[in-house]
């Protein structure tokens, strides 16, 4: 084992520079460890504590920068000092074109001139705006942000439809663009599936299931909830029916939403009659399908297997469900009676209500749907209760509970301390933008909640995603929750255990 | 380009050329550094903002008037209510030690993995995990240990130029510990004979760090640190949480380092 090392002397680079660079030296073959830092007194000592220091440093000053390579051999270690030069000219490189964001989109287009989306996140009352001026520049717009006037959310559309382009949003939280997860968004698969919803964690519920089956997605399209609504006449939910009906890569269809208004369910169904590619339609509550079950449609339908093997999976599903649910319940004591969801995305929210008006009478909602009646206190749960956290009464001054969990933690124990509970019911929803590290923040208060009551998840995510779902969902079991593959089969555990 | 702000720290005179960055250029005054920035970069005691800056090639000498500069060879007027004013002239309300608890909370979330915020949460240390690293976390934590429990000169003086970067993770505590100081109680700086004891024994070759090391040691904030303060001091909750998130976006650690310095000083206070 050798040290070597060099000095550059009155070389300056920013720390992130230097610990990514300092990292790819140490996977280099043959390196056993690595440092780059400047030549201060208290790194030299800690080169020497960590046996990185090399006699030769004690000529540097505090503004020059070291370089310290352990490696097994000589000749490794010199290859990995031959190569600090190009790691630092690559990361300075990519500093150097991402460093200086835009302020304007006058900027940022002449910094990409060939950029054709812009992605729009500022207060809703310049966003209309901002978004108009996207649109005159010829870019499609994903808008994040809420709270734009409806008029102006019309005009934005009639004039993209006019000169074919896209306005994803207003509210439009998720949507992934050739391959490319905008804003909440998982790391999927592509492949062959083509998604329109009106639905946020929707899109992210079916993107996840379909890439977790092995097949992908082409385009993930959100157009926001109100884009179906009477008003609106569903513009922008119909253009990107029609570009994915067009889109090579596309081969099955799969449109998500909460019904809509029936005007807008008549020019989406006369669209739908021209287009030759096989479509699955899931208006959330319009029938007894779920997410799940118009995922795993579309991917049975992209890769030509028959539909019946769904339904198949599905009924054996089911079975296991009752065989879980049968053990859970009797570890029920008197008076336990009632499920409480606490839910961070609101389709998830809705999908639960419409569940469990087909398996338990009493059901409460802050954001009824279907049979759901309104909970009176959105703070105090009413027999079997589904909360959407995400809703504006719970989202004033904090951040989104997909990111935030301790307003739901605090929830969580509330529920898992009244005896009426026997079943605490939760979505986890993972992928760019939500909690980086879910697991270690839930954990502790589901090992708590799990000495009184069943905690059932289901987590919306893949192995890609920064969170890596399979280790949050390791963790998850490990503190006590019950995790299933979807928010549906979730909903039906909960409710069968009651 | 046009002058949004100069600092109240910048007088008038000539400051010849020091370095230069991509969204900074800067000019020697004395033993420390003023700087001309891009508008990301913000309002500081020694800062310039332009607005469309563009950091050129020049070399040359800073020309600072009464009412104008002269940089890369461009007069730039500015009136005297564009005097940025880095004195903080307010007290904490009432609900100061409450807001820390919504600072800690985003700053943990906010910020880089190897920030020096490891010392707020011990589990953030597995962000650690070079020989280097290691030894670096462990050296920080004694170093801390002993500003606040043993011989804090000592302790400032080991952790002076602790980290990788041309701002050491360090010195960035360092200077959050004397903003932390000068705010204890009183909002003034009240301690001004430990304020100077601790930066003469942070004191380095390295007059970026002096630079904001003396400015933190005279109470002079830069504009993200003083509006996270004003936050802490009289604003909402999600004032807090975003005035936090403009802090932990400087540099890659460096202002998750000094906010870190600042919250464990207010919280030993």
């Known amino acids: 084992m050798i040290v070597t090392g060099q000095i550059r002397k009155g070389a300056y680079f920013d720390s992130v520079t230097l610990m990514r660079v300092g990292k790819e030296i140490g996977s280099l073959p043959g390196v056993i460890d690595a440092a780059i830092v400047m030549g201060t007194k208290a790194n030299k000592a800690i080169l020497n504590s960590s046996g990185l220091l090399r006699a030769q440093f004690s000529n540097a000053s505090d503004t020059d920068?070291?370089?310290?390579?352990?490696?097994?051999?000589?000749?490794?270690?010199?290859?990995?000092l031959a190569g600090v030069d190009a790691l630092l000219k690559k990361t300075a490189k990519t500093t150097a074109s991402t460093e200086v964001p835009s302020v304007?989109?006058?900027g940022a287009l002449d910094m990409l001139p060939d950029a054709n989306l812009a992605l729009i996140s500022i207060a809703g009352r310049y966003a209309g705006d901002e978004a108009m001026r996207a649109l005159e520049n010829g870019l499609h717009v994903m808008l994040f942000s809420d709270n734009v006037p409806l008029e102006k959310e019309i005009a934005l559309k009639k004039f993209a439809a006019k000169r074919?382009?896209?306005?994803m949003g207003p509210d439009c939280g998720t949507a992934i663009i050739n391959g490319v997860p905008l804003a909440f968004a998982n790391v999927v698969n592509r492949g062959n599936i083509g998604i329109v919803a009106a639905a946020g964690t929707g899109l992210q519920e079916v993107s996840c299931l379909i890439s977790n089956a092995g097949a992908g997605i082409s385009q993930a399209i959100g157009t926001g909830g109100r884009d179906v609504k009477k008003e609106v006449g569903g513009m922008m939910f119909i253009e990107a029916l029609k570009a994915l009906a067009k889109d090579e890569q596309t081969k099955v269809i799969l449109l998500v939403s909460k019904p809509p208004h029936p005007q807008v369910l008549n020019r989406i169904k006369k669209v739908l009659k021209s287009i030759r590619k096989p479509v699955v339609t899931m208006f959330i509550g319009a029938s007894d399908s779920t997410l799940e079950e118009a995922a795993l449609t579309a991917v049975a339908l992209s890769q030509r297997k028959k539909s019946d093997d769904v339904a198949k999976q599905l009924t054996a599903r089911n079975i296991e469900i009752q065989r879980i649910a049968k053990r859970e319940a009797g570890k029920r004591k008197n008076g336990q009676k009632y499920v409480r969801g606490l839910f961070s995305g609101g389709t998830f929210c809705a999908e639960a209500q419409i569940l469990f008006s087909q398996m338990l009478t009493g059901v409460y909602s802050n954001a009824p749907t279907g049979k759901a009646r309104q909970l009176k206190n959105s703070l105090k749960s009413q027999k079997n209760t589904v909360i959407d956290l995400g809703e504006d009464e719970f989202t004033v001054g904090r951040p989104h509970p997909m990111i935030d969990y301790s307003l739901r933690n605090k929830r969580i124990l509330e529920e898992a301390a009244d005896p009426e509970t026997a079943v605490i019911l939760l979505d986890v929803v993972l992928g760019y933008g939500s909690n980086p590290d879910p697991a270690s923040e839930l954990a502790c208060v589901i090992r708590q909640a799990r000495r009184n009551v069943s905690v059932v998840c289901s987590i919306t995510g893949t192995d890609k995603d920064p969170q890596n779902r399979s280790r949050v969902e390791a963790a998850l079991r490990k503190a006590g929750a019950i995790v299933m593959p979807s928010n549906a089969a979730a909903c039906k555990l909960a409710g069968s255990i009651i | 380009m046009r002058l949004v702000s100069i600092g109240d720290q910048i007088e008038e005179g000539i400051y010849p050329f020091h370095s230069r960055f991509h969204r900074a250029v800067n000019f020697r005054q004395g033993d420390r550094l003023v700087s001309v920035v891009h508008e990301q970069i913000g309002d500081g005691p020694l800062n310039i903002v332009l607005r469309e800056f563009d950091a050129g090639e020049t070399q040359n000498a800073l020309e600072v008037g009464t009412d104008r500069i002269n940089f890369d060879g461009r007069t730039l007027p500015f009136a005297s209510q564009q005097r940025y004013c880095s004195v903080l002239n307010s007290h904490p309300g009432p609900h100061f030690r409450e807001k820390l608890v919504v600072f800690r909370k985003i700053l943990l979330k906010a910020s880089h993995p190897k920030s020096l915020t490891f010392l707020l949460d011990d589990s953030r240390i597995r962000n650690f995990s070079s020989g280097f690293e290691r030894a670096f976390a462990r050296q920080v934590k004694f170093c801390v240990d002993e500003i606040f429990h043993g011989d804090r000169l000592n302790g400032v003086r080991t952790l002076a130029g602790c980290g990788i970067g041309l701002t050491p993770s360090g010195d960035d505590f360092i200077a959050g510990y004397l903003i932390g100081l000068n705010l204890g109680g009183t909002g003034v700086p009240a301690s001004g004979q430990t304020a100077d004891e601790v930066f003469e024994a942070a004191r380095s070759d390295n007059i970026f760090s002096n630079t904001f090391l003396d400015l933190a040691r005279q109470g002079r904030l830069f504009g993200r640190m003083k509006n996270l303060i004003l936050a802490l001091m009289h604003?909402?909750?999600?004032?807090?949480?975003?005035?936090?998130?403009?802090?932990?976006?400087?540099?890659?650690?460096?202002?998750?380092?000094?906010g870190t310095g600042f919250y464990v000083t207010?919280?030993?206070l």
Not at chain 1, 71 to 79: H, N, V, W
Not at chain 1, 164 to 167: E, K, P, Y
Not at chain 2, 237 to 253: F, P, Y
């Open chain 2, 266 to 268: 207010m919280c030993k």
């Open chain 1, 104 to 106: 304007n989109l006058r």
């Open chain 1, 164 to 167: 074919g382009l896209l306005v």
């Open chain 2, 235 to 258: 604003d909402s909750e999600r004032a807090v949480q975003e005035m936090t998130n403009r802090l932990c976006a400087i540099g890659g650690s460096s202002g998750a380092d000094l």
């Open chain 1, 65 to 80: 920068l070291l370089v310290a390579v352990k490696a097994k051999t000589e000749d490794a270690g010199q290859s990995a």
